[in-house]
C-alpha cells in the first residue's frame, strides 16, 4: 500500500473489496451493502477534498508582497517614530533629552521584531499539514479517530494514543 501513489484512494478501495466479500460470504445483506458503499463513497469524496486542500498553493504574491510591505514598514519605523519623540522631548527638561531619545532605538527594534516575527508565523502557517513541528498533528488525530472507531465496533484490542516525540506530537 505505501508504494501505491495515493495510499488513502487504495485504502478505500480495499475496504469496498472487504464489503463485496462479506457480501458473498452472506454476513451482510445487500441493504447494508450499499450504507457501507455510500459511506465509502462519502469519505472518498472527504479525501478528494482534503487533498484539493492540501495541494492547493498559497499564492506566491501574498507570501512575497507582505515580506517586503513587513520589511518596509520595519526600514520605515524609526522616521515615524521620531515625530512621536520629538513632540514628547520638547515637554522635558534638557538633562533628560538626550537619554529620552535613545529609547526609540530599542523601542524600533522590539516593534520591528514583533511585525517580522507576525510574518514569519504567518509564512509558517501556509502549510499546516507538512508534519512540521508547528503543523496539525494528523497523525494523532486520525490514530484518536481509529481508536474511537474501533472502541464504537467493541474491540478489546485497541492501540495507544500517539505519543510525542521529542515532545513533538505529529
Same mark, same amino acid.
Given at each position: ?17 472487504? &464489503? %463485496? #466479500?462479506?457480501? @458473498? ?6 441493504? @447494508?451493502? #450499499? ?6 463513497? =462519502?469519505?472518498?469524496?472527504? #479525501? +478528494?477534498?482534503? =487533498? ?15 515580506? !517586503?510591505?513587513?520589511? &518596509?514598514? !520595519? ?12 513632540? =514628547?522631548?520638547?515637554? /522635558? ?10 529609547? /526609540? ?5 522590539? &516593534? ?5 516575527? /507576525? ?11 507538512? +508534519? ?10 486520525? %490514530?484518536?479517530? =481509529?481508536?474511537?472507531?474501533?472502541? /464504537? ?6 492501540? +495507544? %494514543?500517539? #505519543?510525542?516525540?521529542?515532545? &513533538?506530537?505529529?
Amino acid at each position: 500500500m505505501l508504494e501505491r501513489k495515493n495510499t488513502a484512494t487504495h485504502l478505500v478501495k480495499n475496504q469496498g473489496l472487504h &464489503i %463485496k #466479500q462479506l457480501l @458473498d460470504e452472506g454476513l451482510i445483506t445487500e441493504f @447494508d451493502k #450499499q450504507l457501507f458503499h455510500h459511506t465509502l463513497e =462519502e469519505f472518498y469524496n472527504l #479525501q +478528494g477534498k482534503c =487533498e484539493r486542500i492540501k495541494n492547493t498553493p498559497f499564492p506566491r504574491q501574498y507570501a512575497y508582497f507582505s515580506t !517586503v510591505f513587513t520589511w &518596509i514598514f !520595519v526600514l520605515l519605523l524609526p522616521f515615524g517614530l521620531l515625530n512621536v519623540f520629538e513632540s =514628547e522631548l520638547n515637554d /522635558m527638561s534638557q538633562h533628560l533629552k538626550p537619554w529620552f531619545i535613545f529609547l /526609540m532605538i530599542p523601542l524600533s527594534i522590539l &516593534i520591528s521584531w514583533i511585525f517580522t516575527t /507576525m510574518e514569519k508565523i504567518g509564512s509558517n502557517s501556509e502549510d499546516p499539514f507538512e +508534519g512540521r513541528i508547528n503543523d496539525v498533528p494528523m497523525t494523532a488525530l486520525c %490514530k484518536t479517530i =481509529e481508536i474511537d472507531l474501533r472502541d /464504537m465496533l467493541d474491540e478489546k484490542d485497541l492501540p +495507544g %494514543k500517539e #505519543q510525542p516525540k521529542d515532545n &513533538i506530537l505529529y
